[in-house]
């Protein structure tokens, strides 16, 4: 299983961005997709999460202003971020957590990670 991450970039405080995360391979079933952000030498925080019954769950930092989704028919998920803060400056990661075909046991499968850098 591959995650591949992109959107994101500059932008100014107030801004808006969307981050992308699609997931290839054989995957059987999703149950959890979960963006973090993490600085170097920092500790990681989970930013929002979207369970396969559709549940979300987010950050108390980022609440009312970020927008977790799923695209079920491109095993995408999105982080949709609205008025964006310097204090958002960070790393984003995606993860999956996924049944393969191969196996009966699910995995989490990471993101290379995409730079969010929001100026005052």
């Known amino acids: 299983v591959q995650l591949v991450e992109s959107g994101g970039g500059l932008v100014q405080a107030g801004g808006s961005l969307r981050l992308s995360c699609a997931a290839s391979?054989?995957?059987?079933?999703?149950?959890?997709m979960v963006w973090y952000r993490q600085a170097p030498g920092e500790q990681r925080e989970l930013v929002a999460t979207?369970?396969?019954?559709?549940?979300?769950n987010y950050a108390d930092s980022v609440k009312g202003r970020f927008t977790i989704s799923r695209d079920n028919a491109k095993n995408t998920v999105l982080l949709q971020m609205n008025s964006l803060k310097p204090e958002d400056t960070n790393m984003y990661y995606c993860?999956?957590?996924?049944?393969?075909?191969?196996?009966?046991?699910?995995?989490?499968?990471w993101g290379q990670g995409t730079q969010v850098t929001v100026s005052s």
């Open positions: 979207f369970t396969s019954g559709g549940s979300t």
């Open positions: 993860t999956f957590t996924v049944r393969t075909r191969a196996s009966p046991y699910a995995s989490t499968y």
């Open positions: 391979g054989s995957i059987f079933s999703i149950s959890a």
